[in-house]
């Protein structure tokens, strides 16, 4: 039982993952707090960049049209049997038809 144990903790796999899991668990407990915008309101700097780019385009009907082309070509690609290519192209058309609440909960960072 004791060599077992000696074996375990000089296993390298287990160190490192152990190693990783305190790591996370470190950066989980000093995480800042996340902060994210509202959208601009009228008359503010750049509100007119903002409503034609995330209102009229990205809400309206060219993101919408944009959206069901990049999902039916993802939907193109699984019957190519190109699976990755697939799942990431869908998965850009998800967040291309909720891209204004990205924009707006990302838009602390850039």
């Given at each position: 039982m004791k060599q077992t144990?000696?074996?375990?903790c000089t296993n390298t796999?287990?160190?490192?993952?152990?190693?990783?899991?305190?790591v996370l668990c470190l950066?989980?407990?000093t995480a800042l707090p996340s902060f994210a915008i509202t959208a601009p309101a009228?008359?503010?700097l750049f509100y007119d960049v903002y409503d034609i780019v995330v209102?009229?385009?990205?809400?309206g009907?060219?993101?919408f049209v944009a959206a069901i082309v990049v999902f039916?070509?993802?939907?193109?690609?699984?019957?190519?049997?190109?699976?990755?290519p697939g799942v990431i192209t869908v998965?850009?058309?998800?967040l291309l038809i909720k891209a204004d609440a990205i924009v707006v909960s990302l838009g602390m960072m850039f």
């Open positions: 144990i000696m074996r375990l796999w287990l160190q490192r993952s152990l190693t990783m899991i305190a950066m989980l407990i009228a008359g503010t209102n009229s385009m990205l809400k009907s060219l993101g039916m070509m993802g939907i193109g690609l699984f019957f190519m049997q190109k699976i990755i998965v850009c058309a998800a």
